[in-house]
């Protein structure tokens, strides 16, 4: 029976992480400027965890929790917004230089 429970929930996570990757890629406007595309991101993102309070927090409560077929559904989830986001920055207008924060140079250890 927890097994039954459990593939249904990842089932249901899967099926929810789906639908958060197409709504956050729907929102942004790709001739948007680049801080406008994060902005609209980023809203599309609150808003799909917002609308559904009780799912939401079993990405970090609940997934860990069940075993190789989570972690699994956790590198699918990681490697679906990686690909979001390549493919929102893979625009002219996206293109921003960045600054990389400086290192700072490690402490000797004791």
Not at 43 to 66: C, E, G
């Amino acid at each position: 029976m927890r097994s039954r429970i459990a593939a249904t929930l990842i089932a249901l996570l899967q099926q929810a992480n789906t639908a958060t990757v197409r709504q956050i890629a729907a929102a942004v406007d790709p001739r948007a400027p680049w801080d406008a595309q994060v902005r609209q991101a980023i809203q599309a993102w609150i808003a799909v965890a917002q609308s559904d309070l009780a799912l939401t927090p079993s990405w970090i409560r609940d997934l860990p929790s069940l075993g190789s077929d989570a972690r699994h559904l956790q590198r699918e989830w990681l490697e679906a917004f990686v690909a979001l986001i390549q493919n929102l920055s893979d625009t002219p207008r996206s293109c921003v230089p960045l600054a990389l924060p400086r290192r700072r140079a490690s402490s000797p250890s004791c």
